[in-house]
Structures are given as structure tokens and as C-alpha cells.
């Protein structure tokens, strides 16, 4: 692999594959592609005599230069609106008024087969334009004034939530687009951004809260903290059992174990707001780890997760290694991997270091090793989605339920096997060249053709929804929140008695207090609405939260689902009657389901 600083490009500079151009850029792609086959010698590479392939995917990353947004250098360096640079330059941030200028290229990671390869001059230019939209308002905004993102970010200011989870996300990968990141990155390759600013993920958490958290709550080993150190090709779990005391806890750092922290959204409220706000853009559950790391120390041995992983370096430094997935079986995984030696991994395909201020992202399968440099300690969290929520486990669900209806509905499928279909199908039987067994495969292919027809696709979303519903955090309410909810409107103690009332009328105008809030889902028994305000911060310490719903409800939640954001007048609910009306609302504003306008 090259070396790191090879792999780095300005601030806006978004990595192309040449494969993926459209038809309207087939002819300017041709050119490209014939110049790159020139250099690199064609789609594969010939290093040391032998042939490599390419690798699934290719490594994307993004130098923030800190003099990205200057008029006065794009003015001096040519860049002008609209233009397309094939040559990234930056000033050197420390160079006063010298006009040093370095040329950053982008490497096609995809020709280098290896981290060693580090003497490959072959890269590719990416492509610049200054008018593309890469930032917008609150992101954008906090990077040309250098404020921490997380001081200036306020979701009282965002009417919808789906706005407030996609600035987040924006933020998480900025300057990358969000839909060009689920399109071209989510699921397929990793993504590192070098921002050179060490308080850009300011805000999130520290290690003084860890000693915090660990002083004023009752932490426990193995539930809540994990103290781990990886030597000599072997990981070591140090817990003992009961309570994680602070003191505890740093002799172990003392001695070079790492400190992981399980549920850090349990105990800090900036976790808390990040995840239960990105688990609405994402429709999964959103869950966090922290890693504290000693100088000099691994915690943890090469494996691969089942979850989309962005990793946001809060403190220090860490070295990352990422390798390709050993196989197809490992791309995408269900469940995460045991240990593995370094000798059952390959080369690694990203080799670099995460300063404060860093993030890198890589999806599920991708093995991974990291371990701290020598002068510092580390601290990083890691963000995840998308655990367990795969076309494969909606199908898990669903075909059961598809055969049990076919069953019960359809005589075909009741009708019985041939009587003598054990002496041709079988393991024993399988290289027979039998009329039979091509006849019992056609009446295999037949049923499974009309199972089709009984798939209840809408009943299975509902399932995943409620499973969802239960897997949420509860959001995290804003003071506008709760001030107009059940949390702090309505009867109070004053002095010697109870004032005040908070009554629901027909006139009265309500919304959801966010838009994952709720959801409607089919049951044996009827409907049911299963929200998220009253679960609990530690996973799954509650059942799943649900109401009963009447079937002549449904229209009613129908309407507050599908007007959200905006304020719906409780006597323009579709059910029968003025005090229907006001029951099914206050029903829903004592679970802090719906808030007030007023």
C-alpha cells in the first residue's frame, strides 16, 4: 500500500470508480479508463512477476485541508466555478503566506494488493467541483467557523426528526453526501476522512465522563465494561465479577488492558440524543461501544462485526488495519466472528492512523485490528446499525408464515408424497437419472410458484416494525418536548395542594412528538400501536411497549403517522363521535405518544 499521505485529496473531492460512470459520461470514461490501463497495466496488476486480481472494494478517503475553503488560493491555484480539476492542491496550514503547494493524489487502493506495496507510483486524480453541495447549512457552517458541531446543534430547531437524524449523519461522514455514501459506500467499501482538527467530534463523550459515569453509577463487569488486552496473537478478558469501581477499573488501564464501554447511551445523554436520533434515519437499532485504550496497548484480537461500524476518534491516536472479508460467506454476516490469528488474515488493505477528529467507516465483514501508538492513549467510539435487519431476516419471518397459510388454504399442499418417493430422492439417490425424480422436482418448483401467492409481506413488515419498536432507544426529548407533553404540562404540587390540569379537547392540536415514534402492526388478536417513549435506556429492560387498538382506531393513527410533521385538530380525527375523538388523543398524549401545540 502506498503510504498514507499518497491516499489523501482536498476537501471536496469525491473517489469515482471508473467502472460505475454513466452512459453520459461513457465517452469522457473511455479516455480515462485507457489512461489508467496504460499505467497501471490494465485491470490487473503485476506485482513481483505474479497476477492480483482486484480486491471487492477500494478504499475511499478524504483530506479535509484546513485552507480548503480560501477564495484568495481556489483564485490563485485556477480553480474556477464548475471547472473539473484532475490535480488537488492544498497549502501546507503552517506555511505563513509561503504558498507552499503540495499536490495531494488519490490512489486507486483497488491496484495496490497489498500494505507493503508501498513503492507504486500509479494513482488516479479525482475529480473537483467547487459549486457541488457537500456541506449544507449546520454542518457546513460549523466547519468555516471551527465550532464543534455537537455545541451548535439543536433539535428543537428541526420540526421534522428525520431532518435532525439526516444532519447528524451529515455530520458523521461530512464532506461526503449522504445519498452518494448510501449508494456508493453503505455496504460496499470503507470510508476514511482525515479532518486535521482534533475538536470536530468534540461534545460526545470524554474520558473524564468514563471516570464519571464510573464513580456516580453502579457499573458491572461484563455487563457494562469489558477490561481486555490482546498479546501475543491471544485476547485476554480480565473481568471480575460485580461492580466496575473506578479504581478498579484504572489499575487494570495501569497494566495495559483497554477499557470497552458496553452501553455508553445508557449513562451519557450526548450518546443518548446521537443514537436514539440516527436510529430514525437508519430504520435499525442504533447502539454504541466506547474504547479506551493505554499507550503502547490492543485490546482486542483481528475479527469482523455483523454491524455497519463508524468509528469517531474522540482522543489521542489509534492504528487501524483493515482486511478483505476471507471469503463470500463472510461478506454481509449475520453474527460477528470468533478471534482470528494473524496468520488466517490476509495483507491488509487500509493501513492508517485515526487522530482526534477522524472517522472511518467500514461495513459488516470487514476484519479489523487496532492498537494504540506508543506516546498516547486512544479513545474512540463506535456507532452501529444495521445489525440483524437484512432482506435474509425478513425472509426468515416470512416464509414460515407463507407455508402456514398455504397449508391451511390450499388441498395441494395437504395432499400427500408419493408413496415411493424414498426409494429415488435422497443423498443416495441424487446422480439417478430418473424419470421420477424429475417429476417430483417439477411438483417441487409447482408449489413453490403458487407459495408466492400466500406471502403476507405487510403482515412480516409489521413484525420487523414491532421487533424495531422494541430494539429503539426512547428519544431523547428537548425541553420544547416536554414542556408541551405529558412530562411536565398538566397537574402539579404547589405549595399544599395540586393546580393546574392539562385537558384534551376537540379543539386541541396534536402531533407525534416524533416521527419513528409509533407504528401500527397487525396481531392474532386485532391491532396494536408499539411506540417507543417509555422503553428503556438499557436494551431491552423492558417488554415491548404496545397499545390495543380498536379496528375503527386505525384510520385515526393512520392520519397522525402520515401528517407528521404538522399539527393535527383533534375533532379532525376520522372516528365517530366528539368523545371517541378526545379518548383516542388522550390515550396517546398520556403515553407520550403525541404533544400539544399550546
Not at 406471502?455 to 412480516?460: A, G
Not at 392520519?559 to 388522550?586: I, M, R
Request: charged share 25%; net charge neutral.
Amino acid at each position: 500500500m502506498a503510504q498514507n499521505t499518497a491516499t489523501r485529496v482536498s476537501a471536496f473531492a469525491i473517489y469515482q470508480r471508473y467502472k460505475e460512470e454513466k452512459e453520459k459520461d461513457e465517452k469522457r470514461q473511455a479516455v480515462k479508463t485507457k489512461n489508467v490501463n496504460a499505467s497501471v497495466g490494465g485491470k490487473e496488476n503485476i506485482v513481483n512477476g505474479v497476477s492480483k486480481a482486484r480486491p471487492r472494494f477500494k478504499n475511499f478517503s478524504i483530506r479535509l485541508d484546513d485552507l480548503a475553503y480560501s477564495p484568495t488560493l481556489k483564485h490563485k491555484i485556477g480553480i474556477k466555478r464548475r471547472r473539473l480539476l484532475h490535480q488537488n492542491i492544498s497549502c501546507s496550514p503552517g506555511d505563513e503566506g509561503q504558498k507552499r503547494k503540495k499536490i495531494h493524489q488519490d490512489v486507486d487502493k483497488s491496484s495496490l494488493p497489498t500494505a507493503q506495496n508501498n513503492n507504486n507510483n500509479n494513482v488516479l486524480s479525482a475529480s473537483y467541483r467547487e459549486d457541488e453541495t457537500v456541506g449544507p447549512n449546520l454542518v457546513e457552517q460549523c466547519w468555516k467557523s471551527r465550532t464543534p458541531f455537537l455545541e451548535a446543534f439543536d433539535l428543537d430547531q428541526y420540526e421534522d426528526s428525520r431532518e435532525a437524524a439526516k444532519m447528524l449523519l451529515k455530520w458523521i461522514i461530512y464532506p461526503v453526501e449522504c445519498d452518494k455514501f448510501l449508494k456508493e459506500l453503505w455496504e460496499r467499501k470503507p470510508l476514511l476522512l482525515k479532518r486535521h482538527r482534533s475538536y470536530y467530534n468534540s461534545g460526545l463523550f470524554s474520558s473524564a465522563e468514563l471516570d464519571r459515569i464510573l464513580r456516580e453509577n453502579c457499573l458491572e463487569f461484563s455487563v457494562n465494561i469489558d477490561v481486555t488486552r490482546y498479546h501475543n496473537d491471544k485476547r485476554e478478558t480480565y473481568n471480575p465479577e460485580g461492580r466496575a469501581h473506578a479504581s478498579v477499573v484504572w489499575d487494570y488501564y495501569q497494566k495495559g488492558c483497554s477499557v470497552r464501554l458496553l452501553n455508553p447511551q445508557t449513562y451519557s445523554d450526548a450518546m443518548w440524543r446521537l443514537n436514539s436520533t440516527l436510529q430514525e434515519y437508519f430504520g435499525s437499532c442504533v447502539g454504541a461501544n466506547v474504547y479506551l485504550t493505554p499507550p503502547g496497548s490492543q485490546g482486542f484480537a483481528p475479527h469482523y462485526d455483523d454491524i455497519e461500524a463508524f468509528v469517531l476518534q474522540l482522543e489521542g491516536k489509534k492504528k487501524w488495519k483493515l482486511y478483505f472479508p476471507r471469503n463470500e460467506k463472510e461478506i454481509l454476516p449475520r453474527f460477528s466472528s470468533g478471534n482470528f490469528k494473524q496468520e488466517e488474515i490476509s495483507d491488509p488493505i487500509l493501513d492508517i492512523t485515526l487522530e482526534a477528529g477522524d472517522m472511518l467507516y467500514f461495513p459488516r465483514g470487514t476484519i479489523h485490528q487496532a492498537y494504540s501508538l506508543p506516546d498516547t492513549h486512544s479513545l474512540h467510539v463506535t456507532v452501529s446499525a444495521a445489525q440483524r435487519n437484512s432482506w435474509g431476516d425478513l425472509l426468515e419471518k416470512l416464509v414460515p408464515m407463507a407455508l402456514s397459510l398455504a397449508v391451511e388454504q390450499d388441498k395441494e399442499f395437504r395432499a400427500s408424497l408419493p408413496p415411493d418417493y424414498m426409494s429415488y430422492m435422497g443423498v443416495v439417490h441424487s446422480t439417478d437419472d430418473e424419470n421420477e425424480r424429475s417429476v417430483f422436482g417439477k411438483k417441487l418448483a409447482h408449489l413453490m410458484s403458487k407459495l408466492l401467492g400466500y406471502i403476507p409481506v405487510d403482515e412480516v413488515a409489521d413484525q420487523m416494525a414491532a421487533k424495531f419498536m422494541h430494539d429503539c432507544l426512547p428519544p431523547c426529548l428537548t425541553k420544547k418536548e416536554k414542556m408541551h407533553g405529558v412530562w411536565s404540562s398538566g397537574a402539579q404540587w404547589k405549595q399544599s395542594g395540586v393546580a393546574g390540569s392539562k385537558e384534551i379537547e376537540l379543539s386541541t392540536q396534536i402531533k407525534l412528538v416524533r416521527h419513528g415514534i409509533a407504528r401500527v402492526a397487525t396481531e392474532p388478536e386485532g391491532y396494536s400501536v408499539y411506540y417507543t417513549t417509555e422503553n428503556s435506556r438499557i436494551y431491552h429492560e423492558k417488554d415491548a411497549q404496545c397499545l390495543d387498538l380498536d379496528e375503527e382506531a386505525i384510520p385515526a393513527m393512520d392520519h397522525l403517522l402520515s401528517s407528521y410533521p404538522d399539527y393535527v385538530t383533534v375533532c379532525d380525527l376520522p372516528l365517530e363521535g366528539g368523545k371517541a375523538k378526545v379518548e383516542f388523543a388522550t390515550v396517546l398524549y398520556s403515553k407520550g405518544i403525541v404533544i400539544t401545540r399550546n
